[in-house]
Structures are given as C-alpha cells and as structure tokens.
C-alpha cells in the first residue's frame, strides 16, 4: 500500500515538470475497455452460437465437410417422440426445480422469519436457514454421486431404511416408471434452500410495522402470510421462478449423473439429448438442431416470464 | 411430549432440517468404515472404529491430489480473470456510460441464459483445431468468458452508482481513465469485487458440463467430473463409494463455513440486481 502511495506521488511531481497531460479523447477511449472481452467474446460465444445454428441445418458426423439440408433436422425432431419425451421430462423437473421449491421456499422462508425468528432468536432462524442451504452449495455432479449410491437397489440406504421398516425396498433410478419421480426429488433436496435464502432476505426490506399493524388487527400467520409476506416479496417470486425455470430446462449434470437419460430414455431431457447426439452418435447437425429449439424455448420463457413481470408491477 | 407440542412448528423445521442433512450424515458414517463392518451392518449402522482405508484407496486410485489441484488451478485463474474482465466492461459500461450499453448488457445476459449444447460443439471443433483439446487453458478460456458476461451485467449496474465527485476529484489531480480505474474505482469497489471472485470460485468449482467434454484425460480432470466418472464404476465397493462421496462433499462444505455469510449475501446480490 505505501509504495503504491509513494509511486503515485512521483507521478504527480513529474507531472509538474511535464507538459499538462493530454485528456484522450472522450468517445473513443472507453470503448478501449471493451476491446479484450469483444475478441473473447466474439471468440468464445458469438462465432460458436452462429455455427451451432447453422449446424442445426446441415447433416455432419464432426469430420469432413457439413452437407446442407435445410430443415430436415427440424422436421425429423417434430416427428422424434424421444425428442417430444425428453421436453416433457422437462416440464416435471420444472415443477420440481422451480414450482415446488418456490412454494416450500416461500412457507419455510416466511415461517422462519415471521415466527422461528421472533420466538427463537434470529441464531436459531439462520441456523435453519443454512441447513436447509447446504445441498446448494454441493457440485451437482458429486450431489448425484451421493444419490446414486444412496438409492442402490441393493444395499443402498433409502432401501435399508425402507426394509427396516417393513416396505419392500426398490429400484429408485433402474425402475421406468419411478426414476424421473426420484430424480425430481432429489432436485427438490437440491433447490430448496436457494428460494428460502433469497425470500428470507427480501423479507428483510419488508416494514416491521406492516406486521405488527396485521398482528393488532388480529391477522393470524396466514393471513399475513398471503397479505403481507407473498405480496411483499413479489420480485423475488419472480426472480427466483424465472431462473429457477431457466436451470430446469438446462438440467444436465444431474441426469448424466443418476440417470445417463434413462432407463429406456425415462429421463431424458433435451440437454442430454443434444449432448448424446454430439459426442455418442456423431450426428452433429441433429444435435445443434435440438440444442437450438431448446435456447429459443428459454428465450421464449425469459421474454413471457419479464412481461409477466412488468404487468404484474404495473398491476399491484 | 407438551414442550413437543408447544414447539410444535420448530420442532416441525428441525426434523426437516435434520432430513436434508441426513445424506451427509449417511456418507460420513460409511466412509469410515471397512467394508466387512458395511456388509455385516448395512448403511444405517454406526461405525465401530474410524478407518480411513476407503479414503486412502480411493485418493490414491484417482489421484486425487491432483484433481483437487487442477479444479484449484482451473477455479483460481478463472475467478481472478473473470473479474478482470467484468471490471473492464463495467467501467465502460457503468462510467464510461458509452452509447448501446443497454443492449451490449442484454447480449452479455442471453450469453449467461444460453444452453452450453448451443456453444459446445463448436467450441470442442475449434479446441481440437487450435490443439487446445484436452487442456486446462481450454476450460479456463471458456469459462472465463461465461462468468465475465455475469460478472460485467451485474458490476455495470454496481458502478453505474459511484460517486462521480470522486471520478471528477481525481480527474483534476491530472490522473487518466487507466489510473482512475485502478486507483479509484477499483478499491473502493474492492468488496464487492471480493464477492464476485468468490463466486465465481465456487461456480467454476462446480462446474461439470464444459471440464466433462474438454477435460478427458485423468490429469486434467476437475474433482466433479474424476468422482461422477469413476464414482459410477461397478467394481467399487460401497465404502469406497461413499468415501469418494465424502471427498467430493468436503471442499464444498469448507467453502460454505468459510463464505457463509458472502454466500447468502452474493445470491440475494445476484438475483436482485
């Protein structure tokens, strides 16, 4: 610190010595800073994102020279029943991503602020808090690895649990019909604490008052819950159901891990999908054509979810 | 049974606290122990004595020593770059206040939105072409990139709101934008900048997708992706899986106690604005 001081204080007596410095030139010199971040960008993103679109109309195996084929890509995705499959896999890990967990998110987060918090101490609330957060904090590749082998059908332990008292243990992830519901309950485990997080400190700007008002009035929790609690973080209500939309629609890590998309394609999702098609069939302009489809699905969410946003501000 | 009663909804919040930490408990308990204990006791049961065997093999079997490293390198250099960068744009964006900003901004929000199937073949093409393939620097490029289209959105709106009585102090002690920049805005943003590169520590730390298609080799292989990829072997026994388990848990656990507090408040700092 005190030679960063001291060089700086050199500068300045040079600068008196000196001719006065020259003020480069206002419009130009900003757009210096962009320079290093527009070549990666343009490197990194821009140049792939075209590529992979116009992938998306060719048919390529990854060597040689891509053939153009216009839109049969798409039109074979249409007719694709595992494509069809895998979106609405999709919309059950949406309910398990972003519509359960905000509702939990919601009650928790309130529960522990408006009550836990004032009975107990605000130790005890935050403590709560971070248990609840912990799985959030996990790689979502080594949280699969933990499920994995704790839903092993034999010796697995949700199954010793099960067997010790008295139900038949099962194959969580192996069985057809119960693999998509077990994975959505284990992202349901994963999500839960970034709602709660988040509502319990938007919950922080909330005026005290409003509450006590309601409590005088003789509001019980739940009146105060929908009257003062939901209304009151409405932003974060929406935050935290747009990006949590956004993760499921992307979810991949999760599914490789338990599931590699199935069994028999049980779990599949687009992103998994997109990636089989890249890197296991090599059937390159087929896969940038699903991954396409899904980036305008997420474009098409985020643009309804902030004009939802916007009506519902203008509304309240 | 009354006390029970009358802390009816804590209790309630405790035995769910206690059910999303149980799969962490399960994987403690079973990563010490042998695996005659485990065969004998099943997974519910308490170990009798600490033996760290499955630890040890497994650490050794993935060298992990070096995967821990290499997610280190990988996490370290890009955090640090991707605020860079973010710092860059966001002093042009958020001071400079140069023109299109707003739609630069969007561009740089869709990239952050975007799938990475959009990107990734394209990326695995031209990775193979420049030799890059199978390389660190690869993944550390890329990722860079990707944090910093974040960390640019979320600084500019940050330093959209500093002083400008400052900016303009410092401009009549005869001191340029590159000197303004590091001597002024830099420092005195320094904690938010601190939240930033913690971030995007532990995002880059998680992250699976990118390391699982560029990082193929066992030496270059990020802890995610050495666990998800030999934790699945069927040759394993389940104290060694549960032990792997627990060394991917570990560090992630570290980093919540030590940036607990950072944590909670980066998230609420990145979802609203």
Known sequence: MATEIRKGERAVAVSKDAPPPVRPSRTVSYWLYLVPSGVLFTVVIGAPFVASVVLGFTRWQGIGAPTWIGLENYQRLFQDERFWQSFEHNLVLILAMAVIPTFLGLVLASVLFDFVGKRYGARTASGLRAAFYLPQVLPVAVAGVVWTWILKPTGGALNAVLEAIGLPGQDWLGDESLALPSVGGILVWLQIGYPVVIFMSGLQRVDPSLYEAAEIDGAGWWRRFRHITVPQIRPEIYVVLLTCTIAALKVFGPIYVLTRGGPGGATNVPSYFSYQNFFQKTQVGYGSAIATVLTLVIVAVTFLFLRAQRRGEETS | ?273
């Open chain 2, 1 to 273: 049974m009354i006390a029970l009663r009358r802390h009816a909804v804590l209790t309630a919040l405790i035995v769910l606290a206690v059910v999303m930490l149980v799969p962490f408990a399960i994987v403690l308990i079973n990563a010490v122990k042998t695996p005659a204990e485990y065969s004998s006791g099943g997974p519910l049961a308490l170990p009798e004595s600490i033996h760290l065997d499955a630890l040890r093999t497994f650490w050794e079997r993935v060298d992990f020593g070096r995967k821990l490293w290499n997610s280190a390198l990988i996490a370290g250099t890009v955090a640090f770059l991707a605020v860079v960068l973010s710092v860059l744009n966001a002093y042009a964006f958020g001071i400079g206040r140069v023109k299109g900003s707003t739609w630069i901004l969007a561009v740089f929000l869709l990239a952050n939105t975007l799938p990475q199937e959009q990107l990734v073949y394209p990326l695995y093409y031209g990775a193979k072409w420049l030799g890059l393939y199978d390389t660190r620097l690869s993944v550390i490029i890329i990722m860079t990139v990707i944090q910093a289209a974040f960390g640019t959105y979320l600084l500019s709106a940050v330093f959209g709101t500093f002083p400008r009585s400052l900016l303009e102090a410092a401009e009549l002690d005869g001191a340029g934008r590159w000197r303004i920049l590091w001597r002024v805005v830099v420092p005195i943003s320094r904690p938010t900048l601190t939240v930033l590169m913690i971030f995007f520590f532990i995002w880059t730390w998680n992250e699976f997708f990118l390391p699982l298609v560029f990082l193929i080799s066992n030496d270059n292989q990020t802890v995610p992706v050495a666990l998800a990829t030999t934790a699945g072997d069927k040759y394993m026994d389940a104290t060694m899986q549960s032990a792997a388990s627990l060394l991917g848990v570990l560090p992630a656990i570290v980093f919540f106690l030590l940036f607990q507090r950072t944590l909670t408040r980066g998230i609420t700092v990145g979802a609203i604005k």
